[in-house]
């Protein structure tokens, strides 16, 4: 008997048919489908896990350490957390009670904007940032507003930018840095500018910092760091990016108790706690992974160096990023859109990177090409890249 295929009785959510799929995921399944592809599309380490983090996970595997921990992760790790918050970001935190282990930094950030925002409440994102951002405020109910930054500022976000923006509705701010796209870095005295402001507003602060240690020039400064921030801030980070961990899907968000119980009571009863073994490899990472994230931080800047400066010398405009893994040239001076430029370049070029549309309307105009690549793969990157922009002069 053959059966029709229909989409009777199927009955989605708003919600969810109102949200796009991810842009980056789109151009990486396009450039898995093709051959001799150089990607520097996805934004992960092309290191291993530390041979010493991946024999850690083994072990508790050997010592049968296969039962769920604790709704909020095993104590260790959070004393382990709350150590390192301390001793590399002068941010104090209670394990007990002020630090959950999430399933990446990816749950951390769904679990505050659950948390804190009502169907109605506006929170303010800047912009050129994260893909899932808008798309998890959404699914909440509530709207998300942008703020952009621009190549002229460094992408870095104005006072005026945000205050211009605030209405009786805004309730949240969420803040990226270093970004992710442009890799762009928010110093001391830009926080301590902007502190003034959230506090007269009394917004509460989610602070992305996932890409912290991904700091070349100067020193990562936590938002939870700033006098008067500490008390409104959700800080969300993990182990992906600093410890080359992408793939065990371990992160954590560390708050002020009431958030932090707020974000465990949804945890608890959508995730139930992070995978046992991948907590006992974040153990590891946190208290004897130093020597290897240095090494890697290293790394990165001499790519970052070289290829910011390739790119340039190709004829695109680009800033230098203070941090991540990321390069966001403008390619406006080709008279293509983001995605015309990216979608050419993979198909003639056989490079893939990411259009810059798709980390909100400022990106228009601008690529992300991650350089957590090879130096050898960066090397023949931007050979094609540069014969590629003077294709289009013929």
């Known amino acids: ?24 995921r789109r151009f990486f399944d396009l450039a898995s489908s093709m051959d001799n592809i ?44 709350a150590t390192y918050l301390d001793t590399r970001f002068n941010t104090t935190y209670d394990p007990a009670s002020e630090i959950v282990v999430t399933v990446g930094a990816s749950e951390g950030i769904d679990l505050a904007i659950r948390a804190v925002l009502d169907p109605g409440d506006e929170i303010l994102i800047v912009e050129p940032c994260f893909v899932s951002y808008a798309p998890l405020v959404k699914l909440a109910g509530a709207t998300p507003v942008p703020v952009p930054t621009s190549m002229q500022n460094n992408f870095e976000v104005s006072v005026a930018d945000i205050e211009s923006r605030l209405t009786d509705k805004t ?8 970004n992710n796209p442009t890799g762009a870095v928010m110093g001391r005295k830009s926080l301590e500018d902007l502190s003034h402001l959230l506090i007269k507003h009394d917004l509460v602060v989610f602070s992305d910092e996932i890409y912290a240690e991904l700091s070349y020039d100067e020193g990562h400064v936590s938002t939870a760091a700033i006098d008067g921030l500490w008390e409104r801030t959700i800080l969300i980070s993990g182990f992906s990016k600093s410890f080359a961990m992408t793939g065990w899907r371990v992160g954590y968000v560390a708050a002020p108790e ?86 050419r370049l993979l198909l ?47």
């Open 258 to 343: 009431e958030y932090a119980k707020a974000m465990l009571k949804i945890h608890q009863y959508s995730m139930m706690c992070a995978s046992t073994m991948a907590q006992y490899a974040a153990l590891e990472a946190m208290t004897n992974g130093q020597v290897e994230m240095d090494e890697m931080i290293t790394s990165y800047r001499q790519r970052r160096n070289f290829f910011v400066k390739s790119l340039r010398e190709a004829g695109l405009s680009c800033h230098t990023p203070g941090g991540a893994f990321y390069a966001f040239p403008s390619i406006r001076s080709t008279g293509l859109s983001s995605e015309e430029f990216a979608e």
């Open 38 to 81: 150089i990607s520097l599309g996805v934004g992960e380490p092309d290191f291993v896990t530390p041979w010493n983090v991946r024999e850690a996970s083994i072990h508790s595997l050997e010592r049968g350490m296969t039962a769920y921990t604790a709704n909020a992760g095993i104590m260790e790790l959070r004393e382990a957390i």
């Open 348 to 394: 003639e070029q056989r490079v893939a990177v990411v259009p810059g549309h798709v980390f909100g309307e400022g990106g228009e105009g601008h690529i992300r090409c991650s350089y957590a690549a090879s130096m050898s793969q960066l090397e023949i990157a931007v050979e094609r890249i540069a014969a590629f922009v003077k294709s289009l002069d013929k």
């Open 171 to 178: 309730k949240a701010i969420m803040l990226s840095f270093p």
């Open 1 to 24: 008997m053959t059966t029709t295929n229909t989409n009777h009785g199927v009955k989605l959510s708003q919600a969810v048919t109102s949200i796009e799929p991810s842009g980056i």
